[in-house]
């Protein structure tokens, strides 16, 4: 058994752990539930010796972790899946562990055929995937044979048949009589594996009780109650007799009722008195995550928002018109046009007024009176210089035009300086 008496620790002048008191009795699974930072990991480490508490205590079958003989016989834990030398295969890493402790090397192949390693165990563990790493940590755990045993979020990594595998086997494991104190944030998981829930809020413990009992004092049972579609007069006539009789209505988007403040025997006889033929009369009670979403909303520390994108937006220069919406886009199954194709038009030359010479095509406008069908102009292309004007001189009287000088041989750009 695990009890913790006044526990408290302190990192600084911040408290992870305030005043907690709590049993963790063997032959159950017990859930270790509660927000991002309230305590849980440290309140595993505190239990395991690995942190020292700046009050309060904390034994294991009356001892503390550090005082009990052989401890990774009697206890065993899984805190971080990750602790583990990579270079390690997963046999060496469950051997030196054992040889550590005393414990035959049999056992070794044993937890590896439980967790389901033994095809890879001469494997190095830094090429094992997230959940192959959980096995090799429980397989850990399990090595000594201990009758405590602690699991920090176990099922991370695992997939549906390992999640199924780590159920069984916590539940199999309280059955022998073993301690069994598991923490998760899968409510899930835990209504369907833990017995016993010790929840935990900013430090402090919020509640110690059955699963059931967790339910029943965090949600409200209601009564699904649905009369004909076809005729809603009854429906009306249902509503004002139950809340006659002591009972609160509030109808459904479906059209159904949701009755509470009266049990199901007493909505059927009133159905029954005022003759109205009922659909569906049927019971309804909270999940295990509502209760505990409505009992943990005040001891979150780390709440998320609705994303409003403020901020992060460029604000449009003055005048300029919004983007029009693209039709369709954001639902389900749009996808975004693909570009154009080898000879299309992806940029369509903007309409130039009669008169002015057309545009070129990024949208820069040719050159000012060039003719008709001119060639547009280069926007990359530097301005040539211009020389200064002077007056043209009288033109000279016409004369036969100079023989063409031999144009230069063109530059032969394969040589490397050429080519520079």
Do not use: C
Not at 227 to 248: C, F, M, N, V, Y
Not at 255 to 267: C, E, F, K, S
């Amino acid at each position: 058994m695990i009890e913790a008496v006044g526990l408290t620790k302190r990192y600084g002048d911040k408290t992870a752990v305030y005043n907690l008191s709590f049993q963790v009795r063997p032959g159950a699974v017990t859930g270790f539930l509660g927000p991002n930072g309230s305590g849980k990991s440290t309140t595993m480490r505190m239990i395991l010796g690995l942190d020292n508490p700046s009050a309060g205590r904390v034994t294991i079958g009356g001892y503390p972790y550090r005082k009990l003989p052989n401890a990774p016989r009697q206890v065993g834990a899984l805190l971080d899946a990750k602790a583990v030398h990579g270079g390690r295969s997963a046999r060496n890493h469950l051997l030196s562990l054992a040889q550590l402790s005393g414990i035959p090397a049999r056992r070794v192949d044993e937890v590896l055929g439980v967790v389901g390693l033994h095809d890879v165990a001469r494997r190095r563990s830094k090429g094992f995937s997230l959940g192959m790493g959980q096995r090799l940590g429980i397989a850990a755990a399990l090595l000594g044979d201990p009758q405590v045993l602690l699991f920090d979020e176990p099922v991370n990594g695992l997939d549906p048949e390992g999640i199924l595998w780590v159920r069984n086997l916590m539940k199999s494991l309280a059955a022998e009589g073993r301690t069994v104190f598991v923490s998760s944030h899968l409510m899930s998981e835990m209504a369907l594996t833990a017995d016993h829930l010790i929840v935990i809020g900013r430090g402090q413990l919020m509640a110690d009780m059955s699963v059931k009992d967790f339910i029943s004092a965090n949600s409200a049972d209601f009564a699904r109650v649905r009369t004909p579609d076809t005729e809603p007069q009854q429906r009306e006539k249902l509503s004002a007799a139950i809340t006659e009789a002591g009972g609160h209505v509030l109808p459904e988007q479906d059209g159904a009722l949701r009755v509470t403040g009266l049990p199901l025997p007493r909505i059927s006889d009133i159905a029954h008195d005022g003759d109205v033929r009922l659909w569906e009369l049927s019971p309804h009670q909270a999940s295990l995550e509502e209760a505990y979403m409505r009992m943990t909303q005040g001891a979150v520390d780390y709440r998320s928002t609705i994303d409003q994108k403020e901020g992060l937006q460029q604000q449009l220069p003055p005048g300029a018109q919004p983007p029009m919406p693209v039709p369709g886009q954001g639902q389900p199954g749009w996808y975004a046009p693909p570009p154009p194709q080898q000879g299309g038009q992806p940029f369509a030359p903007p309409q130039s007024p009669p008169g002015q010479a057309p545009a070129g095509p990024y949208g820069a406008s040719g050159v000012p009176g060039a003719a008709p069908g001119a060639p547009a102009a280069n926007p990359y292309a530097q301005p040539a210089p211009q020389a200064p004007q002077t007056p043209a001189p009288a033109a000279p009287p016409a004369a036969a035009p100079p023989a063409a000088a031999p144009s230069a041989p063109a530059a032969d750009l394969t040589k490397p300086e050429d080519a520079r």
